[in-house]
């Protein structure tokens, strides 16, 4: 019986990332003891970049993920990075903020545009692009999710590595099922759906 559970856990598998209220590395230590397998920080990055070199050499790179909020400027061609979920502004460059963070030992990139979050009329496939150009480690893009094309073009023309959706979810508009067999059909390559009997 153990052994039937543990390859069905298997096939479930799913990385837990927690974020929110993250601030310390024993805040880190804290939620993968509890069982995450990451942990996401923004703004106690951007008050302590400390927080992601010394996360990543106790935990590893893997666990470490950095949430990057960012605004067009319309002054210039570039996107500002905000912090406290979007509401505050900090004089830092999105672009420059991924390289440091890359730098400091991040794994992965969360990037939203709080331009387009909540629209859901397309990911910002500009932003996407410049930041996962600049980059060596994978990019999650975040917020524009409207249509199942907006993925498949942010994975393509903004070159993320993955996608992050939450309203289409959230009222039902399309299942993980959904986006799965859509982005299978046009060549992007997703994990079978498992489905349980």
Not at 78 to 87: A, L
Request: contains cysteine; hydrophobic residues 40%; aromatic residues 6%.
């Amino acid at each position: 019986m153990v052994d039937v559970v543990e390859k069905t856990a298997q096939k479930c598998f799913m990385p837990l990332t927690v974020g929110g209220g993250i601030r310390t590395v024993e805040d880190m230590r804290i939620m993968l003891h509890a069982g995450a397998d990451k942990v996401g920080v923004n703004t106690a990055a951007v008050n302590n970049p400390d927080i992601i070199s010394e996360g990543s050499k106790a935990y590893g790179s893997q666990c470490i993920v950095v949430a990057i909020d960012a605004k067009k400027d319309p002054k210039r061609d570039s996107w500002q990075v905000y912090t406290h979920g979007g509401r505050n502004p900090i004089e830092l460059d999105a672009v420059k903020w991924a390289k440091e963070v890359e730098n400091r030992g991040a794994g992965e990139i969360l990037l939203t545009s709080m331009d387009a979050d909540g629209t859901k009329d397309g990911y910002d496939i500009e932003l996407n692009a410049r930041v996962s150009e600049s980059l060596n480690i994978p990019v999650i893009a975040s917020g524009g999710a409207g249509k199942l094309e907006h993925m498949a073009e942010v994975l393509d023309k903004g070159k993320a590595d993955a996608v992050l959706a939450a309203s289409i979810f959230h009222f039902g508009e399309f299942t993980v099922g959904d986006v799965k067999d859509y982005l299978s059909s046009v060549g992007v390559p997703v994990r079978p759906l498992f489905v349980s009997k």
